[in-house]
């Protein structure tokens, strides 16, 4: 063999090595609510694949809510369309669970030498997890919380620099703002889509939506009714309309709203909307039961669905990522969610300093010690229960029956839903 005969055959020998090497393997990712993830989305992606060149994320058509997303996934299962990789809200992974959809990250994370090093505590994983199945890893977090318009609370007399810290005071104050006139209103309280922020009025009262052997409806009880009346209270004595949500994200925003109770991660969405048209401040969402209330973590998580074993750890690689320490200091100031992971919470070089510089964050941080799961209806009509406690909210805020027969309703038609025993 000459020389350039043995340099060709290096060269094509060392080529095919490095093709080799340099094997792209592509992951189709599906992810929810592009109103609040496409640019935190966009950011993420760009600098994992920027550290694993040889790894490109593909993200397939995002779904407008969770349940959408649930749904779709669903309808995707044992299909070529079903991704890769998805982001699941948290109340809707017993469901993956039950059917065995998705990766158990159990092996996986035994495998890791150093995970609570990475800022994957316990406490954080137990979000992701559905019995002793590890379903996903918290990639978003978050608990309602209390935005107001600290002008309209001047013009009707009250301090801004005290928010109220009961809802008989913000009942109060809504009133006076609804007073004002001028197509101005009292409270928007997000009622509509699921039921996230009802658990916020039935857990903050010491609440519980299923018997603790889940043979039961819970929520019908004396912090059931609470909730109820609380929420025809506030249609009644505090001003709260028939929003839909974009109705009302665009009310406070233009400065004609005094409260708005939705989630932390909205955030960063309502302060760019709200711009400097008024002085908008954040606080903790008063509970019904101060000593026993807590407060229902919304959010999302990540779940590896591939069975491909050539895409499993590539898959494994971006779920870490996405919700580790550099994955949460992009969603927390790009949403408003709060740190899903311990390391990006405290360390200088992700969020230690943000919320000193940012005090509209801070509300949302200071309930953290109070969140529970947000619950997960056991059997195959999760979403039709949550859509039965929507639809009898509903009735509620438009006055078309009394809070005491809605709740009855809700507690018989979600009994019909339940798994049979």
Same mark, same amino acid.
């Given at each position: ?65 969770? @349940? ?6 669903? &309808? ?17 992974? &017993?469901?993956?669970? @039950? ?57 009707? +007399? ?16 809504? +009133? ?13 309280? &997000? ?22 052997? @889940? ?17 025809? &209270? ?19 925003? $233009? ?123 056991? +059997? ?27 709740? $009855? ?13």
């Amino acid at each position: 063999m000459t020389f350039f005969s043995r340099t060709l055959t290096a060269a094509a020998l060392l080529t095919g090595l490095c093709s080799t090497a340099l094997a792209e393997t592509t992951l189709n990712v599906h992810y929810p609510m592009p109103g609040f993830f496409q640019d935190v989305m966009a950011n993420i992606s760009k600098k994992f694949m920027e550290e694993n060149p040889d790894i490109k994320i593909h993200f397939v058509n995002p779904s407008a809510t969770y @349940e959408d997303g649930i749904q779709l996934i669903m &309808r995707q299962n044992g299909t070529a369309e079903l991704p890769d990789v998805t982001f699941t809200g948290l109340n809707r992974l &017993r469901i993956l669970s @039950e059917r065995n959809i998705g990766l158990d990250l159990k092996p996986l994370i035994e495998k890791e030498a150093d995970f609570d090093k990475q800022g994957f505590t316990q406490t954080i994983l137990n979000l992701a997890k559905v019995g002793d199945r590890q379903v996903g890893l918290a990639f978003a977090t978050s608990n309602p919380i209390m935005y107001y318009n600290a002008d309209l609370f001047k013009k009707v +007399g009250e301090n801004p620099d005290t928010p109220p810290t009961s809802w008989d005071d913000v009942i109060r104050i809504g +009133g006076k703002i609804k007073a004002l006139g001028n197509g101005v209103q009292g409270i928007d309280f &997000r009622w509509q889509g699921d039921d996230w922020m009802f658990s916020a009025l039935l857990f903050g009262a010491g609440g519980q939506m299923l018997s603790d052997d @889940e043979k039961q409806v819970a929520f019908n009880g004396a912090e059931g009714e609470a909730a109820f009346k609380t929420l025809d &209270r506030m249609v009644k004595e505090g001003g709260l309309p028939v929003f839909t949500k974009e109705a009302g994200e665009q009310a406070f925003a $233009a400065g004609n709203v005094g409260f708005a109770f939705q989630t932390t991660g909205g955030l960063r969405n309502t302060i760019k909307n709200v711009g400097d048209k008024f002085d908008m401040r954040t606080a903790k969402i008063p509970l019904l039961n101060p000593e026993k209330g807590r407060l229902p973590t919304g959010g999302n998580a990540v779940v590896i669905l591939t069975s491909d074993d050539a895409k499993i750890e590539a898959a494994w690689k971006f779920a870490k990522f996405a919700a580790g320490p550099y994955g949460a200091s992009v969603v927390v100031p790009g949403t408003g969610y709060v740190p899903n992971n311990e390391l990006a919470a405290k360390s200088d070089e992700y969020l230690g300093k943000f919320y000193d510089e940012n005090p509209l964050f801070k509300a949302g941080l200071s309930q953290m010690n109070i969140m529970i799961p947000w619950y997960a209806f056991p +059997g195959s009509n999760g979403v039709k229960v949550t859509q039965t406690i929507v639809d009898n909210l509903s009735r509620v805020v438009e006055q078309k029956t009394t809070p005491e027969e809605a709740l $009855a309703d809700t507690a018989d038609e979600v009994k019909k839903l339940l798994p049979r025993r």
